[in-house]
Each structure stands twice: as C-alpha cells, then as structure tokens.
C-alpha cells in the first residue's frame, strides 16, 4: 500500500530563518506530488505541484520554493522565513494519469514563525 | 464572488440527528467535486466522490446540483466520531493540480 510521510511534524523559526520541510511518498511511482499551506481562517492553497523529477510549477509567487531530487521526494525550502509563513504545510501526491482529482495528504508540518 | 464557498458553521447537531450542509462553486466548467474530512490539526482525508446521479456510502449522501452549482453532504444519524471540518473540493481543470478548496463547515455532535 502507498504511505506518505512529511517531517517535521512541528517547528518554531524565528523571521530570516531558513526553512526545509520534507515529504516522501512509498509505494508507488510517478505520482503527482503538491506542497499546499492551510493558514488560520482560510482554505488550502496550492503552492507548488510536481509531476515528475525535477519539474516543479509554482501556484503562488513567494518566498518559498520546492524541489524534486528523486522520483518520491518533494521538498519545500525557504532561504529566509516571513511572520506571514506560519501555517500548517501539507504534502500530498495523487496517481499520475488518473486525473480524479484524489488526494493523499501527509500528517502535515506546523510552522510558526516568530 | 469566491470560487468555492461554504458556510463556517459551527453546526452544533445532537447525536443521532440528521444534518446536511451545502457548498456553492462559481465555475460552470467544474468536472469533479469531493468532499474531504479534516479532524482537528490533523490532514485531509477524502470522504467521498461527488457523482452527478448523487451518491451515498453508509450514513454519508452526497449531490449535485449544476444548475445551481451547488453540492451537498446529508449525515443521518451523527456519531460523536463525525465531529470534525467538512472540506468542499471542486476539480476545475481534470487533473489534481486544478482543485480548488472551501474553508471547511466545521460539525460538532454533541451528546
């Protein structure tokens, strides 16, 4: 069966830090990987999507930026932390080809930046 | 007008009540519609597909209306487990880089 694991689980940065959160994906290939933030009151926002090794789109412009090094790994990077970064970051992959629209999301990694 | 809109809630419901809550959608062109459930500082999880015909899984019936552009999620008899966020998810493009999300309808069952 397929698992997605993201780490950290929980951290607390202070402004002009750097940031890496980590996902990867078990159990199948090719997926469709995506970086989404859900901060206090709002929706999910899409921040960046992966359908393959080194292809990365970007929904959103911003300080942050992703990364694909290998088939199952997505990873979400910032150079220098905002106060408006903190939020709960979830990671997620979806079959590649099917289109259905289905996602499996990690555990997620909530950040504060004080 | 929000592309995907629900109303916050708290819907405070008693065990083993009915409830039902509504999501709205702005793009016409919509293909595909979910809707997920998130517990509290927990992840999404799918619940269910929303199919045109409407669909129902155990307790759980979701429809569509293109019409009016509006989905709903029915919950007969509540549990206490189903407190939780309901997620409306809207696939505008075919593929899961085009969802779009709602805020969630937060449900509380009380006992």
């Known amino acids: 069966s397929q698992t997605i694991h993201q780490w950290p689980a929980t951290l607390v940065q202070p402004v002009g830090s750097p940031l890496s959160l980590e996902c990867t994906v078990e159990g199948t290939s090719n997926p469709n990987l995506y970086w989404y933030r859900q901060a206090a009151g709002r929706g999910l926002q899409l921040l960046f999507y992966s359908v393959g090794i080194g292809q990365i789109s970007s929904e959103v412009p911003q300080n942050l930026s992703a990364s694909r090094p290998q088939d199952r790994q997505f990873i979400l990077s910032s150079k220098k932390l905002l106060l408006s970064d903190s939020g709960f970051y979830l990671c997620a992959w979806s079959p590649l080809g099917v289109g259905t629209g289905e996602l499996f999301f990690g555990e997620g990694s909530r950040l504060t930046v004080l | 007008r929000k592309e995907v809109e629900q109303d916050p809630g708290p819907f405070n419901v008693p065990e083993g009540a009915t409830v039902a809550f509504n999501c709205t959608y702005s793009?016409?062109?919509?293909?595909?519609f979910f809707w997920y459930r998130q517990d509290c500082r927990k992840e999404p999880k799918l619940l269910m597909s929303?199919?045109?015909s409407g669909n129902e899984d155990g307790r759980f019936t979701a429809q569509l209306n293109r019409a009016s552009q509006y989905i709903s999620l029915l919950i007969r008899d509540s549990k206490l487990s189903d407190s939780a966020t309901y997620l409306c998810?809207?696939?505008?493009?075919?593929?899961?880089?085009?969802?779009?999300f709602g805020k969630g309808t937060h449900l509380i069952i009380q006992p």
């Open positions: 929303v199919y045109s």
């Open positions: 793009n016409s062109a919509s293909q595909s």
């Open positions: 998810v809207v696939n505008n493009q075919g593929g899961a880089d085009g969802l779009t």
